[in-house]
């Protein structure tokens, strides 16, 4: 299939929304039909991961199309350096226009990352504020201070803080679109849309919450174990949400599942309003519609809520992409993840000459896979996680059917999840999988250093401790974006002509009419 050259590129991405939480990745009760009609136009990636289970450390390894640990984002306070490239610099190296709309989690003084235009504020700090802290005792917590309340005060809410912030994120999109689309130079752009929702707290307006009967919320498949029958991750995860403050019962986490599932369709009214845009403008003809997320959640599932560890719920995401001339109805199969999003961008957005980045790039692009054409890469993803919950990097590779989990100070564990999808049994604990659970411990020592990769984390969070004390005596400026806002090149201004400039404000614009019978004066 041809592919069209620099195609637009329309960038969707929610927050904490797990695969398992759609009708394509085989939810059987979450409407999302807008979604779906992506899906139906484009391919469903359906083994999509992300590379971190954690917001900005996902995002960042997104951006840079490497592993988080090869840029230092280790955690939700870790600064992304500027001086690293990402898919935004490579398209503006290409012509583009980029811009962010909504969170990137952007730590540190550089908020723009290659983005020329950022029409929203951040919705979580920029600072070193969550900076968790391998070298304290006892149970960690959460720098970020979550808890269980988000399960436990699940329902209804008509008004929220995610709320007000995903409206301006979407509308400032849509006006964002528009003007790409009354340009009077049409220049290839990427706008990313990036939504904090369906990240807890889990609450939902009503109108989204009755959508859904309340008996029909399916409960977690894999039940929650007493907290010392666990395994190690699991067990410290227990206490770094404050599990044990709370009794759970059965209707606390069908409530905060409907809530959830609520949220899920208020982000497929915010795609349906982004493509609608897209198909009255014209655009939809040249542009690139991709939606995903940064990392999933795992809903209840082994006991278990929100993100920061290993298992499917946590770490699987949804990817759909809908390319202009690309294969249609398709679910592909091969494993990918957030670090093939540059490699893909720099794929489709480059001329004939490939741009080479200037990096050493750990994903892949998966152009091929969007206009039937061969693939070599070996099928296989990585991911890690250096954030609170554990004290030691862990280090994750999918292979094939196989996961295997590796954390110094845990036993190993490994899943075959193509006989065993909902991670039941861990083969490491199984002697006909020993030479197997070897094999796989080895491929990722191979690929990293985990005694230096933890020196590294430790020497990172206590010098970010430092300077964010340093940081909260208020003697330097934040870092926190403030968009930049010119009212006098809004609207209507002294020295134009009201029809004029109105009559070009149009979409489709008109120019004005000579007229019939003009006047002298």
Known sequence: MPRPKKPNFLFIQTDQMTAFALSHYGNPVVKTPNIDKLAQNGVVF?????????????????????????????????????????????????????CLSGKMHFVGPDQLHGFQERVTTDIYPSDFGWTPDWLAEGHQLPPSGMSMRSVVEAGISERSLQIDYDEEACHQAEVKLWEYARAAEQKPFFLAVSFTHPHNPFTTQSKYWDLYNHEDINMPIVPGKPVEDRDP???????????????????????????????????????????????????????????????????????????????????????????????????????????????????????????????????????????????????????????????????????????????????????????????????????????????????????????????????????????????????TRSWDFQPKFDASKQYLRTGNSPTAVKGLARYPSTNPKEPDNPRSK
């Open 46 to 98: 359906e083994n999509a991961y992300c590379n971190n289970p954690i917001c900005a450390s996902s995002r960042f390894s997104m951006m840079s199309g490497q592993l988080s640990s090869r840029v230092g984002a280790y955690d939700n306070a870790a600064e992304f350096p500027a001086q690293v490239p990402t898919f935004a610099h490579y398209l503006v190296d290409q012509g583009y226009h980029t």
């Open 233 to 475: 991750w699991s067990q410290r995860y227990y206490y770094l949400i404050r599990n044990d403050e709370h009794n759970v019962s059965e209707e606390d986490i069908r409530n905060a599942r409907h809530a959830y599932y609520g949220m899920v369709t208020y982000m497929d009214d915010m795609v349906g309003r982004l493509t609608k845009v897209l198909e009255e403008s014209g655009l939809e003809e040249n542009t690139v519609v991709i939606f995903t997320a940064d990392h999933g959640d795992m809903m209840g599932e082994r006991g278990m809520w929100y993100k920061f560890n290993p298992f499917e719920w946590s770490v699987r995401i949804p990817m759909v992409i809908s390319a202009p001339g690309g294969i249609k109805g398709r679910k592909e199969k091969r494993l990918v993840s957030l670090v093939d999003m540059l490699p893909t961008f720099v794929d489709l957005g480059s001329e004939d000459d490939k741009i080479n980045p200037v990096d050493k790039i750990d994903g892949k692009s998966l152009a091929p896979m969007l206009y039937g054409e061969k693939i070599n890469d070996p099928d296989e993803v990585m991911i890690e996680f250096t954030a609170e919950g554990t004290f030691a990097p862990a280090l994750i590779l999918r292979s094939g059917a196989f996961k295997y989990i590796y954390c110094e100070t845990d036993p190993g564990m490994m899943f075959d999840l193509e006989n065993d999808p909902n991670e039941l049994e861990n083969l490491c604990e199984n002697p006909n999988y020993r030479e197997k659970c070897e094999e796989m411990k080895q491929e990722i020592l191979k690929r990293w250093d985990p005694k230096k990769l933890k020196e590294d984390i430790i020497a990172s969070q206590q010098r970010r401790h430092f300077i964010q004390k340093i940081l909260m005596k208020g003697t």
